[in-house]
């Protein structure tokens, strides 16, 4: 991934809809190309959110952007092909919701897209340390999955420290994603503990310019 750390990354979860192509462009205007697609199946969350033709949608709407797509899902190696499809870049997995987390990981790969891995709040960073060496990205689920607009769990940073160093000793080349509760005032503390990979919903589709505050998160967690 050739992307200046940190990153910000906006989930589509939190735009407009009805104008997807142009919130987008909105953020790529700020100086954003990554865009994060949190996929929601009312079973593993208790939300549904949308499917891979939305996916597909927004990159046509973003054919340079790098898509992120986060499957908050059961049995995601069902899905797996037909997010590939749509344009994913790196999909990303939770451990709660798959037995056999190797195998779907190395799936993943195999398709041609990078891998990812991802914790809910109340799982231990120990769960996924045999498979670390395996993924490109694991996100820190800040808030309990299932909505947008909730609060960050500050008990959430001590992961990334935990992640930060085992990256280190194990040489591993994983980004650390924080997904949840993402404010123009915690991004920074958020960057201090290890995040490289910051999503933010509502904190940017929900603004009166989604543009400028784009580049205000750009110029916040570069200074962190």
């Known amino acids: 991934m050739d992307f200046e750390l940190p990153v910000i990354a906006p989930s589509i979860l939190s735009a407009d809809y009805t104008q997807l192509g142009n919130q987008i462009l909105h953020v790529q205007n700020g100086g954003i190309q990554w865009i994060h ?10 939300n549904i959110s949308y499917g891979p033709d939305v996916v597909a949608a927004a990159k046509r709407a973003a054919p340079d952007a790098f898509f992120d797509v986060h499957l908050m899902i059961e049995h995601p190696d069902a899905f797996l092909d037909a997010f590939v499809e749509s344009g994913a870049d790196l999909i990303s997995v939770h451990q709660e919701a798959v037995i056999h987390l190797h195998r779907t990981l190395g799936s993943i790969r195999e398709a041609g897209v990078m891998a990812g891995v991802a914790i809910n709040p109340a799982t231990p960073v120990s769960a996924i340390e045999p498979i670390l060496g395996m993924v490109d990205l694991v996100v820190i689920m800040s808030v309990n999955p299932g909505f947008g607009g909730q609060s960050f769990i500050l008990e959430t940073l001590q992961k990334a420290e935990q992640l930060v160093q085992l ?8 980004l650390i ?15 201090h503990h290890g995040g490289d990979v910051l999503v933010a919903g509502s904190a940017i589709f929900k603004t009166p310019d989604i543009t400028q505050t784009a580049r205000e998160f750009i110029k916040r967690v570069k200074k962190a």
């Open 37 to 46: 697609c949190d996929i929601m199946d009312g079973h593993f969350v208790p």
């Open 167 to 174: 990256r280190l000793e194990n040489e591993h080349h994983y």
């Open 177 to 191: 994603e924080f997904d949840g509760g993402v404010t123009l005032d915690n991004c920074q503390t958020i960057v």
